[in-house]
């Protein structure tokens, strides 16, 4: 480094100085953590009532009556469309055909001879 780099560093460094710390307000601590337990409570107080009106047997248990019917309606329609193995090959073999993976094809013969 230069002489100038050196001055210019020492003058920036001597304006630091003159800065004294900050000082925060009296009691600033005792309010933020009074203001923090306040909503605390006032957010463990809601959650504890919403929490209370989804635990109610009612709602437990028209939720599993809910959850039972989905599940039979879909086990119902499912065994009535009447799915056997010989449907689900007969779809898989068309599946297979339309993307003709059910043909072999050889590209190019690695041991062909000239």
């Keep these: 480094m230069n002489k100038e780099d050196n001055k210019k560093i020492e003058e920036i460094l001597a304006s630091l100085d003159g800065a004294k710390r900050v000082a925060a307000p009296d009691f600033l601590y005792t309010r933020l953590k009074a203001k923090m337990l306040a909503r605390q409570e006032a957010m463990g107080r809601n959650?504890?009532?919403?929490?209370?009106?989804?635990?109610?047997?009612?709602?437990?248990?028209?939720?599993?009556v809910l959850i039972l019917l989905i599940n039979a309606t879909v086990l119902l329609k499912s065994s009535g469309t009447g799915q056997t193995n010989g449907n689900i090959d007969e779809s898989s073999q068309t599946i297979a055909s339309e993307y003709n993976l059910?043909?072999?094809?050889?590209?190019?013969?690695l041991n062909s001879e000239k």
Excluded: G, H, K
């Design 102 to 109: 059910n043909e072999s094809t050889i590209l190019f013969d």
């Design 47 to 64: 959650s504890e009532n919403i929490l209370s009106r989804y635990l109610r047997p009612v709602y437990a248990i028209a939720a599993l």
